[in-house]
């Protein structure tokens, strides 16, 4: 009978964890209706290149600075872009309609320190164009995409990479694995995002999570192609980012 009823218990236990894991699971917003093409455009950093590929591509991808200083978000990887003086908000003003496409804004610098700013700059721009529904917010920093969430933003946490870097640590598949996932559990993302390496690994190990890719094969071959569709073809893969010149391979 004391076994039947650690068995019991045991099985209670084992339930309860499971019904748990499956609420970490499907906590990401799988229900938010992507566009129809997975391929959007990677390193938008014109505003003419915007205005030309509006159209071309459902969705877009640009590197933008949160400057402190100046108080204002520029288009641009590094701090020193921002000499360049293109402001985001005159980025999106070139566009026609610019609630018909989809933005991933890639903050270079965001962190817990600036985020509050960065939303207090970035949120008048996104009622001004109506991209609410339509701007994914990334960065690896856990707690600034917590406050993007509190800003009513989908987030795209970037995630490591086995391959990218030359970290020893970095090469356990286990440890990264654990790690990206804790990092899920504690921020419940919209998106994970990593470059082109991870696939079929980020897929096979977290299939419930819409999974971003970027960094893919460059150059516009009939080899890579053939990759971008199979990267395509997964269902938990909602965006890859190319530098082709047209979404149009299928």
Same mark, same amino acid.
């Given at each position: 009978?004391?076994?039947?009823?650690?068995?019991?218990?045991?099985?209670?236990?084992?339930?309860?964890?499971?019904?748990?894991?499956?609420?970490?699971?499907?906590?990401?917003?799988?229900?938010?209706?992507?566009?129809?093409?997975?391929?959007?455009?990677?390193?938008?950093?014109?505003?003419?290149?915007?205005?030309?590929?509006?159209?071309?591509?459902?969705?877009?991808?640009?590197?933008?600075?949160?400057?402190?200083?100046?108080?204002?978000?520029?288009?641009?990887?590094?701090?020193?872009?921002?000499?360049?003086?293109?402001?985001?908000?005159?980025?999106?003003?070139?566009?026609?309609?610019?609630?018909?496409?989809?933005?991933?804004?890639?903050?270079?610098?965001?962190?817990?320190?600036?985020?509050?700013?960065?939303?207090?700059?970035?949120?008048?721009?996104? =009622? &001004?164009?109506?991209?609410? @529904?339509?701007?994914? %917010?990334?960065?690896? /920093?856990?707690?600034?995409?917590? +406050?993007?969430?509190?800003?009513?933003?989908?987030?795209?946490?970037?995630?490591?990479?086995?391959?990218?870097?030359?970290?020893?640590?970095?090469?356990?598949?286990?440890?990264?694995?654990?790690?990206?996932?804790?990092?899920?559990?504690?921020?419940?993302?919209?998106?994970?995002?990593?470059?082109?390496?991870?696939?079929?690994?980020?897929?096979?190990?977290?299939?419930?999570?819409?999974?971003?890719?970027?960094?893919?094969?460059?150059?516009?071959?009939?080899?890579?192609?053939?990759?971008? =569709? &199979?990267?395509?073809?997964? @269902?938990?893969?909602? %965006?890859?980012?190319? /530098?082709?010149?047209?979404?149009? +391979?299928?």
């Amino acid at each position: 009978m004391k076994k039947i009823t650690i068995l019991f218990f045991i099985a209670i236990s084992f339930l309860s964890c499971k019904n748990e894991y499956k609420h970490i699971q499907t906590s990401c917003q799988k229900e938010y209706k992507y566009p129809k093409s997975k391929l959007w455009k990677h390193g938008v950093y014109s505003k003419w290149e915007a205005k030309e590929l509006e159209g071309v591509f459902d969705g877009l991808e640009v590197d933008v600075i949160y400057s402190p200083e100046k108080n204002n978000i520029y288009v641009g990887r590094v701090v020193a872009d921002t000499i360049k003086d293109l402001p985001l908000d005159e980025w999106f003003s070139v566009l026609n309609e610019p609630s018909k496409t989809y933005y991933w804004i890639d903050f270079k610098n965001l962190s817990k320190e600036n985020a509050d700013s960065a939303f207090e700059v970035l949120n008048p721009l996104v =009622k &001004k164009y109506g991209i609410e @529904e339509v701007t994914f %917010v990334e960065s690896q /920093d856990l707690k600034a995409l917590k +406050i993007a969430k509190e800003n009513d933003y989908r987030t795209i946490l970037w995630v490591e990479n086995l391959h990218y870097w030359k970290k020893r640590y970095l090469k356990d598949t286990i440890f990264v694995m654990n790690k990206i996932r804790s990092q899920i559990e504690e921020l419940h993302p919209d998106a994970i995002s990593c470059e082109y390496t991870m696939f079929p690994l980020l897929c096979d190990t977290f299939p419930e999570q819409n999974i971003h890719f970027w960094d893919t094969p460059k150059d516009y071959t009939p080899e890579n192609v053939e990759f971008t =569709k &199979k990267l395509c073809e997964n @269902e938990s893969v909602k %965006v890859v980012l190319v /530098d082709y010149p047209t979404a149009d +391979i299928f």
